[in-house]
């Protein structure tokens, strides 16, 4: 069974920075890894992937701001958010593909910006 492991989360002041990290439990050969986040009463929503060859996307709403990158050889997915806004705020969840096509997705980091 593969876990996959959020950590990096918190409060943060308008402007501030985050990191986040999301890290698999097994050696196994991970092909996409993307970070979502989800606030309340919206849906889950991605905020930016990235495959393994390092080719990344994100939602207009955090280009610029976010910036996502991956270590292949530790299976770990990072994403370092600058100049937060309140509306940034959401439990954010870090999902990683399979080679053979399963997803595992961790049990979410809580992201709060706040004044």
């Known amino acids: 069974q593969v876990r996959v492991v959020e950590s990096g989360g918190g409060l943060v002041q308008p402007g501030g920075s985050l990191r986040l990290s999301c890290a698999a439990s097994?050696?196994?050969?991970?092909?996409?890894m993307a970070w979502y986040r989800q606030a309340p009463g919206n849906q889950r929503e991605l905020v930016a992937g990235?495959?393994?060859?390092?080719?990344?996307k994100y939602a207009e709403s955090v280009k610029g701001r976010f910036t996502i990158s991956r270590d292949n050889a530790q299976n770990t997915a990072y994403l370092q958010m600058n100049s937060l806004k309140p509306e940034d705020s959401a439990v954010y969840y870090c999902?990683?593909?399979?080679?053979?096509?399963?997803?595992?997705w961790g049990q979410g980091t809580q992201v709060t910006v706040s004044s």
């Open positions: 999902k990683q593909d399979s080679m053979i096509g399963r997803s595992y």
């Open positions: 097994l050696s196994i050969l991970i092909d996409g």
């Open positions: 990235i495959t393994r060859g390092g080719t990344t």
